[in-house]
């Protein structure tokens, strides 16, 4: 019999719950804490260190090293099932059925920077305190650009300032359904604005229409519809000066099929589309470009609640088919992407950065 590999931070959370030794310490922590490793399938391709940052605090570096400490001890819990097939979905265990051969692990993607793509330029991006939007204004700070950081926490802006030392950044604490504070961002911004990247958004709760609220309804529209034209109008005048200018707004799976969300966000994120193809063909002549990107499953801070008993069952359903969650540095290639001179050549769409999902 083979020796098992000696498993270290930088393996796979996949490769840990497939090891002799490794899966079943995993999974007995997992149980101490209320959990299983289904709960852990979404981020399964990542290095297990990743967990430390991924967690918030909960899964720490100590234990990441203790875990390693202990399967290279050996230390298989007692009791502890056979990892070679507990833990796999069961997707997986039927796939292999079907191939004869196990499925082969995908290298884990890294993240490139292209230096000085967004020198001399100024961004503004909502939602840059956390998740995808602040994976975006990282981005745009690390490739030389100016950044207006925009965000509802001055606890999280800090945070990502002080994470950027030397970075030109602008933070600015705003809720974008407010006129008052959209004319400051614009004026933070000052004479040139080259991007906006509409991040900042909110879920709903899962309902139907029959089920549907006015204050869940107003609320989300007013975040993702409202907001996001706002600031769209409001940077349109000076883009239009420049004779160029790239807006990059953010809309979902859920603007590309009706089994993502509820009623609400679902329709909000349909009228994202509509405002970002409109504003495309009118002013591209003019030098703007607008897209938007439409992220399936992503490792963000916005939490999906189900208020409603028909709700969770229709969409869990759906999701069955649903591909492993994407880290926000990932969509945020996207977006820089079509916000740089890089998608020159692309006006009016929506791009699917969705791990395949919507081809499904």
Not at 19 to 26: A, N, Q, S
Not at 145 to 171: K, M, N, P
């Amino acid at each position: 019999m083979s020796t098992p590999k000696t498993l270290t931070g930088d393996d796979s959370i996949k490769t840990w719950l497939e090891h002799p030794v490794g899966g079943p310490i995993v999974r007995d922590l997992l149980s101490q804490a209320g959990q299983n490793p289904d709960v852990l399938k979404p981020v399964q391709r990542l290095a297990i260190k990743r967990l430390v940052k991924l967690s918030k605090g909960q899964f720490s570096q100590q234990m990441v090293d203790d875990l390693v400490a202990r399967a290279a001890a050996g230390e298989v819990p007692a009791g502890a099932a056979d990892a070679a097939t507990e833990g796999r979905a069961p997707a997986e265990s039927a796939a292999e059925a079907a191939d004869g051969a196990p499925e082969v692990e995908r290298p884990e993607w890294i993240e490139r920077l292209d230096h000085g793509r967004f020198s001399g330029r100024t961004v503004i991006v909502t939602g840059a305190g956390s998740g995808i939007g602040r994976a975006t204004a990282s981005r745009i700070a690390r490739e030389g650009g100016r950044v207006i950081a925009v965000d509802v926490s001055q606890e999280r802006l800090d945070e990502f300032a002080s994470e950027h030392v030397g970075a030109d950044i602008v933070t600015l604490v705003a809720d974008i359904t407010d006129d008052a504070k959209v004319a400051e961002i614009v004026a933070a911004a000052g004479e040139r604005i080259d991007g906006l990247a509409n991040i900042a958004g909110i879920m709903d709760d899962m309902t139907p229409i029959g089920e549907l609220t006015d204050a869940v309804w107003k609320r989300v529209f007013s975040v993702n519809v409202d907001g996001t034209m706002k600031l769209m109008r409001a940077v349109v005048p000076t883009m239009l000066t420049q004779g160029i200018g790239s807006i990059v707004n953010t809309a979902s799976e859920a603007a590309l099929r009706g089994s993502a969300a509820g009623v609400a966000y679902t329709a909000s994120k349909h009228a994202v589309v509509g405002l970002t193809k409109s504003t495309a063909f009118m002013y591209g002549p003019s030098g703007l470009r607008v897209n938007a990107v439409a992220p399936g499953p992503t490792i963000t801070n916005i939490e999906a609640t189900f208020a409603s008993p028909l709700g969770a069952e229709r969409v869990r359903q759906a999701m069955a088919i649903l591909p492993d969650a994407a880290e926000a540095e990932a969509l945020a290639a996207s977006i820089t992407f079509l916000l740089s001179d890089d998608g020159v050549n692309v006006n009016g769409v929506v791009l699917a950065s969705d791990g395949g999902w919507s081809a499904a």
